[in-house]
Nanobody, 122 residues
Framework: VQLQASGGGLVQAGGSLRLSCATSGFTFSRYVMGWFRQAPGKEREFVAGISWSGGRPYYADSVQGRFTISRDNAEKTAYLQMNALKPEDTALYYC????????????????WGQGTQVTVSS
């Protein structure tokens, strides 16, 4: 099982980035996909999750209305479109895969990518 997150970078506040999570080694269309983030000195937190078909996106309150999670089952890739970025969005962003659509806790996700850094300057 491999998950490869990419697309991070340095952006000014108000800007946008699109993260991608390319996967291999498992049946992507049967797994819930999620994005999490961890800022220095803070615990990892849930950002967004999406069901197998893409019909049930779920967001943390802090990103609702600014971030959009999506997936392409044919390409085995998940995405996180991030708009109106704020300095507090600065973190290492991880994608993860879960076998069931549950509470979206970190413990629900068995497979993780290596993370991609997002830095938002003020």
């Amino acid at each position: 099982v491999q998950l490869q997150a990419s697309g991070g970078g340095l952006v000014q506040a108000g800007g946008s980035l699109r993260l991608s999570c390319a996967t291999s080694g498992f049946t992507f269309s049967r797994y819930v996909m999620g994005w999490f983030r961890q800022a220095p000195g803070k615990e990892r937190e849930f950002v967004a999750g999406i069901s197998w078909s893409g019909g049930r996106p779920y967001y943390a309150d802090s990103v609702q209305g600014r971030f959009t999670i999506s997936r392409d089952n044919a390409e085995k890739t998940a995405y996180l479109q991030m708009n109106a970025l704020k300095p507090e969005d600065t973190a290492l962003y991880y994608c993860a895969a879960a076998a069931t659509y549950g509470s979206m806790r970190s413990a629900d996700f068995a497979s993780w990518g290596q993370g991609t850094q997002v830095t938002v300057s003020s």
